[in-house]
């Protein structure tokens, strides 16, 4: 069974080898609600003696799963697209509780869920290799691509299903089998989403599911030699961490890490499309985005025109039970970085920048407990305020003036990360140069936050290597072979 009982304790147990079982220790890890830190679940919290089951279990099922022809481990994934459309609200409720977005928010990950695995899937028939000329009469060169065999994805907090989706759908279609670690907050999902794996059929051992702290049990899932790719969604310290961890294997590695996205506005700008974007970028999913917009660098000469429609833009946004149909954002995912958003706050009004919204958790029914804090825009920042060097990662929206596209640039480029990058310009020059000298992964122009399952997702610089989504995104899981066949 997928739970079981401990006391009056209901909780969610560890899958492993096609099997629902208890962790080696018997500990249990309790699973709050953001909204008002209630306890919502408990799962297992794994230890090294579970991975290495997992890790076994992987690497005993990755022998004949690669075996498979790439259209008939497709099918397993159209399958369990199939049964999470059935189950679509009620996996938007999971994340509603477990992570704290919009019920509206959170339906639109269970659909960017199943619209990851429907990729993988139809990317079955476009596997391929290459036939190269050989050099001598009689001989054929061939460049196969092939599984890496077991892999491990470690998965961030913010899109707790997505980020499955993500990795474990190009992962299985390509021949690999996978471990999947959820973050130790966001873990209920994850659980249920096995239950249907389990459910459709997938062999024993293809995927696993191992629950608990990402320093014990990614630790010993990253450094085990039976590892042979760990694709990770997380911070730039957690990135480093895993980076030297997988050295002594020489594990392959696709890290997305940490980001912080200028938006920036030139002169010409139409302020009215640059104010929405700007602000939807920046608060949805209570600024929860890898790529969400992380600070302004607006023009000075059209700066308090756009300051003051995204003020009042700002104003319209609703905090509140993310239930609730009227609410637009929700609660921060937890507490931890609730005090570290309100420090960076505090110390950026003390360097000399104005609070001209927000700043504070909000008062009042509803906001007695959980992890709540009011939509935030400080003006009058520089670029060595912290504010405008540190990545936020929450509601807080610092706006910067410059006198030129080539000061925009100058500032992008010299960040640490290099993730994302937005600009608004009616000058198709413009556009056309950021698109040559912005160091980033990827840039947006004229528009707001956005992707594609076609596209491809990468950072640049401390924010990753590697990548996700698209054709480049399956190669990513894919080693090559080189053949020499010899038939004189």
């Known amino acids: 069974m997928m739970t079981g009982t401990k006391g009056n304790t209901t909780y969610y147990r560890l899958y492993i080898d096609g099997q629902w079982m208890d962790s080696a220790s018997g500990r249990l890890t309790e699973v709050?609600?953001?909204?008002?830190?209630?306890?919502?679940?408990?799962?297992?919290?794994?230890?090294?003696?579970?991975?290495?089951?997992?890790?076994?279990?992987?690497?005993?099922?990755?022998?004949?799963w690669k075996l498979l022809p790439a259209v008939e481990r497709a099918r397993y994934l159209v399958k369990l697209v199939d049964r999470i459309q059935e189950e679509r609200e009620h996996f938007a409720r999971l994340l509603v509780l477990e992570q704290g977005k919009t019920?509206?928010?959170?339906?639109?990950?269970?659909?960017?869920?199943?619209?990851?695995f429907m990729y993988a899937a139809e990317s079955a028939t476009r596997l391929k290799g290459d036939v190269l000329p050989a050099n001598r009469q009689g001989e054929m060169l061939m460049i196969q691509k092939v599984p890496y065999g077991v892999t491990v994805g470690l998965c961030a907090w913010n899109y707790p299903l997505a980020l499955i989706?993500?990795?474990?759908?190009?992962?299985?279609?390509?021949?690999?089998?996978?471990?999947?670690?959820?973050?130790?907050?966001?873990?209920?999902?994850?659980?249920?989403?096995?239950?249907?794996?389990?459910?459709?059929?997938?062999?024993?051992?293809?995927?696993?599911?191992?629950?608990?702290?990402?320093?014990?049990?990614?630790?010993?899932?990253?450094?085990?030699?039976?590892?042979?790719?760990?694709?990770?969604?997380?911070?730039?310290?957690?990135?480093?961490?895993?980076?030297?961890?997988?050295?002594?294997n020489i594990t392959a590695l696709s890290l997305e890490l940490g980001g912080k996205a200028p938006f920036v506005v030139l002169e010409d700008a139409d302020v009215d499309q640059a104010v929405e974007a700007a602000v939807g970028a920046r608060f949805a999913n209570c600024g929860q985005v890898c790529i969400c917009n992380e600070m302004v660098l607006v023009h000075e000469s059209i700066a308090d025109a756009?300051?003051?429609?995204?003020?009042?833009?700002?104003?319209?946004i609703k905090l509140?039970?993310?239930?609730?149909?009227s609410v637009t954002m929700g609660p921060k995912a937890n507490g931890r970085?609730?005090?570290?958003?309100?420090?960076?706050?505090?110390?950026?009004?003390?360097?000399?920048?104005?609070?001209?919204?927000?700043?504070?958790?909000?008062?009042?029914?509803?906001?007695?407990?959980?992890?709540?804090?009011?939509?935030?825009?400080?003006?009058?920042?520089?670029?060595?305020?912290?504010?405008a060097r540190e990545e936020i990662f929450g509601p807080v929206l610092p706006i910067v003036r410059i006198g030129?596209?080539?000061?925009?640039?100058?500032?992008?480029?010299?960040?640490?990360?290099?993730?994302?990058?937005?600009?608004?310009?009616?000058?198709?020059?413009?556009?056309?140069?950021a698109i040559q000298v912005l160091e980033v992964g990827t840039v947006f122009l004229n528009q707001g936050m956005s992707g594609c399952m076609q596209g491809h997702h990468s950072g640049h610089k401390l924010s990753g290597i590697g990548g996700e989504d698209g054709e480049y995104g399956i190669e990513g899981y894919l080693q090559k072979r080189t053949v020499y066949l010899n038939y004189a």
Do not use: C
């Open 337 to 387: 970085d609730l005090e570290k958003i309100d420090a960076i706050v505090q110390e950026t009004v003390r360097q000399g920048a104005t609070l001209a919204a927000g700043g504070k958790r909000p008062t009042g029914d509803g906001f007695q407990k959980g992890y709540w804090y009011e939509p935030t825009v400080l003006t009058n920042v520089t670029p060595d305020m912290a504010a």
């Open 103 to 116: 019920y509206r928010e959170a339906l639109g990950e269970v659909d960017d869920t199943m619209a990851y």
């Open 306 to 316: 756009f300051t003051e429609k995204l003020l009042e833009r700002v104003k319209s």
């Open 32 to 64: 709050l609600n953001p909204a008002n830190e209630e306890v919502i679940g408990h799962v297992s919290d794994a230890d090294p003696e579970d991975v290495q089951k997992a890790l076994h279990s992987s690497e005993k099922a990755q022998r004949s």
């Open 404 to 433: 030129s596209f080539e000061e925009a640039v100058s500032i992008i480029n010299a960040s640490e990360l290099g993730l994302s990058a937005y600009l608004y310009t009616n000058d198709y020059r413009k556009l056309m140069q």
């Open 320 to 325: 509140g039970d993310p239930f609730d149909e």
């Open 165 to 248: 989706g993500r990795k474990l759908g190009p992962a299985l279609v390509t021949g690999n089998t996978m471990i999947i670690k959820p973050h130790e907050l966001t873990p209920i999902a994850s659980a249920e989403l096995f239950r249907l794996i389990d459910e459709v059929g997938f062999p024993p051992g293809v995927a696993n599911l191992v629950t608990g702290t990402g320093v014990e049990v990614g630790g010993a899932l990253v450094s085990s030699p039976i590892t042979k790719l760990v694709t990770v969604t997380g911070s730039v310290r957690a990135g480093q961490a895993i980076y030297k961890a997988a050295s002594d």
